[in-house]
């Protein structure tokens, strides 16, 4: 009994062996088959290329304007209206409405100096003045970020030249936020 049972495990172990020789010689094939087959490709997708830019106009600087030059405003907002004869006595104080009325007749000198300097629509300007008694402007200024820049003198000086109606008076910390339409 001992002598059958050793032939078949003997069979069984050669007949392991070839099988897994098959696989082997089977799975090289399959391997150099692949390895050294051309096998048409798909070319990668390329993107094209962008297209180049407009052309672009030269852009011509305007002249530069040291921070401490004091813009002198256009002649039309530097000529005065003959004085007016009222009949009556001045206003006690100057109310905002004259304030808005006064700012509204220099609103054309306002976006004169936004199209010189370049201000977008929209654009704000804050300033601060004061208004004597005669209706004059005594101190006006622009409040930051345009304290410095020729827009703010520009507008500053515009305002400067305004009249306000006489009061007995005047009005002083005037704030107001000005908008420019070039």
Partial sequence: MTMSARP????????IVIAVA??????????AYMIFTDEPRVPPITAAPPRPPAPVEKFEADSV???NE????AAATRRRRPARQRSGRPRDRVDDSTIGAGLGRLQAGFDACARD???????????????TADGSVDDSQARAPHRRTPL????ADVLAGGR??????????????????P
Avoid: E
């Avoid at 098959?22 to 391997?31: C, H, K």
């Avoid at 300007?125 to 208004?131: A, I, L, Y």
């Avoid at 703010?152 to 507008?155: E, N, S, W």
């Fill in 8 to 15: 078949r495990s003997r069979r069984s172990f050669v007949a």
């Fill in 22 to 31: 098959f696989v082997a010689v089977a799975g090289g094939a399959l391997l």
């Fill in 65 to 67: 304007v040291a921070w």
């Fill in 70 to 73: 004091v813009h002198t405003p």
């Fill in 117 to 131: 300097h370049g201000a977008v629509t929209g654009s704000i300007v804050r300033v601060d003045f004061s208004v």
């Fill in 152 to 155: 703010g003198r520009c507008v």
């Fill in 164 to 181: 306000f109606g006489r009061s007995t008076s005047g009005r002083r910390d005037i704030h107001r936020s000005i908008a420019l339409r």
